[in-house]
C-alpha cells in the first residue's frame, strides 16, 4: 500500500494490469492501422504515374546538373540494371523491391545515391534530389535529416513506456521520470516533426530545381500535389504515432494507477509519499 497526505492507496492487481496492456495494445495497433488512409493516395497515384515517366525522365537528368549536385558526387542509380545492388547503411531501409517496381525511391547519404527505378519513378527523383540538397546544402535541414532514425527510436521508446511503465498516485509528487510518462504522447509526435520537416523542404527544394530545370508549368503543378500526397503519409505517421502512444498511456494508467481508498488514515504523513 501507499499513503499520501492522510490517504491510502493500494496497488492494483496483476490481472488489472494484463487487462490493461492487451486492451492498451489493441488500441495502439488500431490506431497505427489507419496508415493506410494517409498513404493510398500516395500510391495510387505514383502508379498513375509511370505512363507518364517519359515526361518527366530528361528534366530529371538535366536537374542533377542544374543543382549542382553532380559535381559533390550525387549520382542516380537506376534500380533496373542493378537487381542485386542491396540498400546499406540504414537499420529502417526501405524494401529494394518497392523501389524496383516503381511505387518508391530513396536518397542514400553515405553513398549520395538517388535510388529509383527510371522507366517508372522519375515523378519521384526531383524530390530525392531535394533531400541530396538538405544533406549536402544545409546545415539546419542536414541536421533534420540527422535526426530522422533517433527520432524514430524515440519514438518507439515513448510506446514502451506507454505500455510498460507504472504510474504513482494521481495526487503524489512526481519526478522527472513520471513527467515524461505523463507526456510520451506529446514526445512521440514531435519526436516525429524532424522527418516530416526535412521531407516538406526535400519536397520545396525538388519543386523550385524542377522550375529551374525547365519542366512544364502543367507539370510542376501535379508535382505539388504528388509530394503533397507523399508528405501527407509523414505527417500521418507521426500523427497517428503520437495518438497511438497517447491512447496506450491512458488506458495502462486506468489499469494500472493504484486505487485511493477512501479511508483516512492516521499513521500516514501528510504531504508526503511513501509504502506502508
Known sequence: MYSYDGNIYVPRSEGDAL??????????????GTM????????????????????????????????GLREKGVRILDTQFTLSDKLI??????????????????????RKVVKLNADKACISGFHELGHAMN?????????????????????????????????KPKDAPKNLEDHVRDNCGKIAFIAMLPTVAEEALASHRGIKLA????????????????YTKALLT??????????????????????????????????????????V
Open 211 to 226: 522550375k529551374k530545370s525547365g519542366l512544364d508549368k502543367s507539370l510542376i503543378k501535379n508535382l505539388k500535389k504528388f
Open 19 to 32: 487487462k490493461g496492456f492487451i486492451l492498451a495494445s489493441a488500441a495502439s495497433s488500431a490506431i497505427m
Open 89 to 110: 547503411a540504414d537499420p529502417k531501409q526501405i524494401i529494394d523491391k518497392d523501389i524496383k517496381a516503381g511505387v518508391n525511391a530513396c536518397y542514400i547519404p553515405t
Open 36 to 67: 493506410p488512409l494517409f498513404t493510398k493516395p500516395f500510391t495510387r497515384q505514383i502508379k498513375r504515374e509511370h505512363a507518364n515517366n517519359s515526361l518527366y525522365r530528361d528534366t530529371l537528368i538535366k536537374a542533377l546538373d542544374v543543382s
Open 135 to 167: 544533406n549536402l546544402k544545409g546545415k539546419l535541414s542536414n541536421l533534420l535529416q540527422k535526426c530522422r532514425y533517433p527520432g524514430y527510436t524515440l519514438a518507439g521508446l515513448m510506446g514502451t513506456v506507454a505500455l510498460f511503465s507504472t504510474p
Open 234 to 275: 509523414y505527417a500521418g505517421n507521426a500523427a497517428a504515432t503520437g495518438l497511438a502512444v497517447f491512447a496506450a498511456a491512458k488506458i495502462t494508467e486506468h489499469f494500472t494507477r493504484p486505487k485511493k481508498v477512501n479511508v483516512q488514515s492516521s499513521l500516514a504523513q501528510p504531504h508526503f509519499y511513501q509504502e
